[in-house]
């Protein structure tokens, strides 16, 4: 009887076979063609075996699956997050209202510079309610750019690589004066469109000229639920965004409301100042602008848009395929400059996926050190936390190169993640746990901190041979396990191993190790060395 | 009775009223919100009039509009070219059978930056049939990046600003090996996807290494010509696009077919490598697999593979939303070396619309040379045409600036396009061609054109004022018109023009003028200072 459930088609579950033929372990793209694969596909055998899905094609061929590799849940959570399904969608008074549910996502440039879970918790805004405000940006020409460059790519447009809103003599744009503009999205005769905007403030002492945003998603449903036939004249009208100057003819026909292909909202465009002429017949025309009429009103609703004033320092980051943004006319005696750039999400998205997957690997170390790690004593005076820590702290002290002091914090980690535990070594059978440390940390680090942590229970079998007085500081626990590891080695491994290329780092980790056993001697905690293993993380 | 056609809906005739207050004239750009216009808005009178239709409305304001505002013709010129319905689909053979219907689109790199007529046709190629070729481009590290930029913007990604195709010994993407590679779009996980792809040859030696592109549209169209119902589910499933590495983890949800509102193939995305996997019912599963392998096949039929070998100095440029590009294998002993980039077709299509308006003014005008103005010859001995020429010729011999070259050649074409021709000027009714003409031409042209030629029949009554032996040479047809025209200036009139900042530029306009009537002298074409009028264009 065959293992493979009847949920899984044969082609779908063979376009995903996770085997190094198939896919480059590198990146994870597919090396075949869905061509390639057979007329007529199908299971011949399968079987579950250790959590795994083995399966026998009929070409021959054998994939082996992870069984979560058959589940649904992972989708959920690494889908692209561009639709309303994976927005929080808001109204002012969801950040300024007595005990409001959101707080307004800003953060101090230093800090989002400087701490990974902070730009984190930036860029997630921006992806999740659609902006962040960030402060103290240093007020310089052109920083806008670097902001842009923190978390992806900036978008040149005829506007230029950034673009400077003040009163300008000759404007060729409304933002260049100093007239209210209402809420609207940027560049909709784009196409692609700009999907980020940036705003850095460097001066506002003019009257008026605040800033305002609306969540267009929000809007848009609004009227799906108002008024459903207008909702989707809006989704089918193509209109004609245009733009023209000296140098420039941009056009685009999309509609005002782009919703996917399961018709959940994904993009929002609004500017009447660059709607053109439709072309219809009339009673498309005239229902057109009897949804369009309705919906620019929702934009224009007081209690859905967010007002505050970008002082020098602030800088706006938001999502232009679904905020509007407004200004309030301002004098223009006073000073008012700000520079905007535009970026994309996509790469936004990926620089955030990218912090929350080394979080994630932090976290799961960190989880170690405070929890079996804090339990485990195998025989020492000191957790095995403790002892890792130490070691760490005794290579921080010597002026070890980071790749060192992490080897020494991460060396026994192989005590957790092997098929034979600590314990089990403790109880006379080598657990390997060099090999399975190192193994198990190379999802994560390189080779300059895998391979010390690999060699160094050989370290301490070399140092028996080659240094007498070595083995005689040992500690009672570690002379037991050095028997159950192999004894000392032979002159001529000794003189073999010495030749290897992490040998000297395996034995300059190894007397941290040995040291590192001090019940009495103050301990730095794991978020100490955070940061240092963050720049460390290669994946 | 309402002059209004019934088929003009009242919130659709105002959004596009074209006066001064509801637009700003250089841009385009409304200046009025759509929540502006009153609840009931309704025409209370119209007439129409001179080709126009004049509105007045129930809130006051007044409107006229050119009639063909009205009409749906130039809607199909100016829709945004992005759908199957504005591009001409292509197999191999269009190209490469007996008698093939299209020719390779092709271009020397020197003749593109230098006729802008060779610039639009290889734009107009990549906008109609996805790509063009520009050939002896110079051999020059990052020299695409110049290609992208004499048309727009370069879209940098976690690839690079550019990226360099050749073999590279840690390969993190397959066109950084010498494997073959089947048709396919580039970049499917980002969105907004790159919406043009640059490829430029330094060096090519290896043995394979061809190139092949498909018009993913042709197949999507041939797709849903022969399985409907196929084509109808790769519009609709969204495919979970993946691309990770140690800096990138980028992700979109997207159909490998997207059409638009109307039903139209807009988009294609087919890249087997980076389709992640699919979480849906298992009924759809299969349902998407066979329809996937049946469009893949396609995408790989011979018969739709356009096969060339890219040389060096070859640049390819294609549509990456719609031409699936290939390679062969090669031998990895040869160098083989392209240098790519992404752009996108907004800004290349606004280059293109921008070329193509320069391009119908200048038309417009050797329209004008060749008709009226070569037949029309006003009393003198020369035509129109020929006199215009050899004013221009003359400014050009005496070292003119080519502001003045321009008035001297475009100084008449007030005959032609006042109320008043020049016809009647000559049987005693001042045309005041002068100003009509300026007035005409600064649609196109900037005042140093424009104001000489409005002060050049000024400056022939000035001059017969201050210089007695000048009024003595003019033609019998020059003293006629003088007369028409108001005779010499009186000596104050004659002391203010001279202080007029454009007095002199009009008085060395006006000698060019007189002298331009010699019919034995060789007259240049108007072609000759086409490109002197090209670089003068401010529209």
Known sequence: MS?????SPPYWLRDNCPCADCRDPRNGQKLFQITDLPEELSVSASTELNGRLEVLWNDGHRSSYPLDLLTTEEHARTGDRRTEADKRLWQAADF??????????????????????????????????????????PTADRQVLAVAASFGYVRATNYGELFDVRVEPDPNNLAFTSAAIAPHTDNPYRDPVPTLQLLHCLANDAVGGDSGLVDGFRAAALLREQAPEDFAVLTRTLVPFAFRDRDTE?????PLIEVDPLGRIREVRMNNRSIGRLVLPTAELTAFYAAYRRFAALTQRPELQLSFRLGPGDCLIFDNTRLLHA??????????????????????????????????????LAALFAGEGAAEYLGEAVTQAEHMLQAAALAERAGAPDHLVAAALLHDVG??????????????????????????LARWFGPAVTEPIRLHVAAKRYLCTVEPAYRA?????????????????????????AELPGAADAVAVRRWDDQAKDPDTATPSFDHFRPLLECLLAL
Do not use: I
């Open 473 to 497: 500081q040992l500690s009672e626990a570690s002379e037991y396990t050095l028997k159950v590891q192999g004894g000392p080695m032979t002159a001529e491994r000794a003189a073999a191993f």
């Open 3 to 7: 293992a493979v459930p009847a949920s």
């Open 96 to 137: 300024t209202a007595d005990q409001a549910p959101e707080q307004l996502p800003e953060a101090r440039w230093a800090d989002y510079l400087g701490d990974p879970a902070e730009r984190a918790a930036v860029l997630r805004a921006v992806q999740r309610l659609g902006f962040a405000v960030l402060r103290e940006v």
């Open 327 to 364: 200004r309030t006319a301002f004098e223009q005696d006073g000073r008012r400059h700000l520079q905007g750039c535009y970026a994309d999400l996509d790469s936004l998205a990926s620089t955030l996926a990218v912090l929350e997957r080394r979080a994630t690997a932090l976290d799961e």
């Open 250 to 254: 941009l056009r685009a026909d999309r």
């Open 415 to 440: 005590h957790f993640h092997g098929v034979v535990t600590g314990r089990q070594l403790m109880l006379g059978e080598d657990n390997r746990h060099s090999d399975t440390g190192a193994d198990w």
